[in-house]
């Protein structure tokens, strides 16, 4: 299984970039899927997430401006940044917890994707 982001760059303040992410390979299902992000010196943070079924989550600070969604249909997940700060910039890394199943023998891995960066300019 491989994920492949892509959309990072560089943005000014207020302004709006659209990462994805695709997963490609042999699985049984997609659970979860999300974008983590880490600022240089800083551990790993969520986010956003979105459930098989729709359901969202989002980092208290980035609620209000961010939007995750995803395209089951093409193993996608994006998200759409607006209002950006300098605060966001950091490598963002796409997630999926993605179920196999194998005959009678069934578990879920996570997935990394290889990091995205995106830089805001005040």
């Known amino acids: 299984v491989q994920l492949q982001a892509c959309g990072g760059g560089l943005a000014q303040s207020g302004g709006s970039l659209r990462l994805s992410c695709a997963a490609s390979g042999r699985f049984f299902v997609i659970n979860d899927m999300g974008w983590y992000r880490q600022a240089p010196g800083k551990e790993r943070e969520l986010v956003a997430a979105?459930?098989?079924?729709?359901?969202?989550k989002y980092s208290d600070y980035v609620v209000g401006r961010f939007t995750i969604s995803r395209d089951n249909a093409k193993n996608t997940v994006y998200l759409q940044m607006n209002s950006l700060k300098a605060e966001d910039t950091a490598a963002y890394y796409c997630?999926?917890?993605?179920?196999?199943?194998?005959?009678?023998?069934?578990?879920?891995?996570?997935?990394w994707g290889q990091g995205t960066q995106v830089t805001v300019s005040s």
């Open positions: 979105v459930s098989s079924g729709g359901n969202t």
């Open positions: 997630h999926a917890n993605i179920r196999h199943v194998y005959g009678s023998t069934s578990y879920e891995a996570d997935y």
